[in-house]
């Protein structure tokens, strides 16, 4: 079991298989001049195999994949049905900008991989193209209502961004979650954009949000969450669906942080908004490299920040990341 040095018990993974993607969302990274990892430097899907493999022996439960976009990764299936064949492992998630996960679907569904979290910042064809700067709505759209319609837990993460998006929040509630049984969550606004833009508050931050919504939705119920959710949950009355609010930049679910990340190259993190604890490719491809990563695994999570302030206060270079770099 990984217990951090706040007594917080460490059973998330969330495990980045490429820093690519097809799309180049503005609040994500610059449209151009990225300076992608090169392959060699790529964890192989062996690699993220028997890292996983050997985290989950720590006490890791769950896996969330991200990227980049995982599905740019064409081995990537390989590495799922690896993983889908842990027994220790209780839930793998997949974050996802949908446009390339179409055809995976039915195997997905076969593996028992039902959790989808789907980056969807915009309902309309002219936003979307806007915020992402490709024209790929159509795409997006219809793999989202085929997951609905195979029965994937789908949630729909939509940043919240100020003069871009903000006027399509109401309509994607209620073209989703008003007919179909979808959470989406809306979030704060990150300063991870590859140093694209800088700011140190936002216009919409989590009460912004949740007071817009409330002046066209009088009858929302506040529900019930996780101990260790991100998210803060309601459902407006009537709905199918359901939708959250996550103060991302604001952090104030911090004290219940039960979450540990690894890049596509191998450097551990351990908060959103920290630096890179250690870096652990080169011991991955060494001998003894399952006993000596969990020793590396043990030290990381003994010297986690207490919050995303304290880390951030120890990360002065943070706003030059990118989402890409980091693992969303």
Not at 305 to 310: L, M
Request: with cysteine; proline share 3%.
């Amino acid at each position: 079991m990984l217990i951090d040095n706040h007594q917080r018990k460490i059973n998330y993974l969330r495990l980045a298989v490429t820093d690519r993607c097809n799309l180049r969302c503005n609040y994500c990274m610059p449209e151009s001049g990225i300076n992608f990892a090169k392959k060699y430097k790529l964890l192989s899907i062996d690699e993220l195999y028997r890292l996983s493999k050997t985290l989950v022996e720590q006490g890791i439960t769950k896996i969330r994949i991200t990227g980049g976009e995982p599905f740019v990764r064409k081995d990537l299936m390989v590495l799922l049905r690896k993983l889908s064949a842990l027994p220790k492992l209780e839930d793998i998630r997949i974050t996802t900008n949908a446009t390339l996960i179409g055809q995976h679907i039915p195997e997905l569904k076969e593996l028992g991989i039902k959790n989808i979290n789907l980056s969807l910042d915009a309902i309309t064809p002219e936003t979307f193209k806007k915020v992402t700067r490709r024209d790929q709505f159509e795409t997006v759209y219809g793999n989202l209502i085929k997951l609905i319609q195979e029965d994937f837990n789908v949630k729909v993460n939509f940043i919240a961004l100020d003069g871009q998006n903000t006027e399509d929040m109401i309509p994607i509630l209620e073209d989703l979650t008003r007919h179909y049984p979808v959470s989406v969550r809306f979030l704060e606004e990150m300063p991870f954009n590859g140093g694209s833009k800088n700011f140190q508050t936002i216009k919409w931050n989590h009460k912004a949000i949740y007071n817009y919504i409330a002046s066209q939705y009088p009858n929302i119920e506040k529900l019930s969450s996780e101990k260790t959710s991100t998210s803060v949950n309601y459902r407006i009355e009537g709905f199918e669906g359901n939708f959250g609010i996550i103060p991302s930049f604001t952090r104030n679910f911090c004290g219940s942080c039960n979450r540990l990340r690894i890049t596509a190259t191998g450097d551990v993190i351990t908060c959103l908004y920290a630096s890179a604890n250690r870096n652990i490719r080169d011991i991955l491809r060494a001998e003894n490299s399952e006993e000596n990563i969990k020793n590396e695994i043990l030290k990381a999570v003994g010297s986690r920040a207490k919050d995303g302030f304290e880390a951030e206060d120890r990360n002065k270079n943070y706003y030059e990341n990118s989402m890409t770099s980091i693992g969303g």
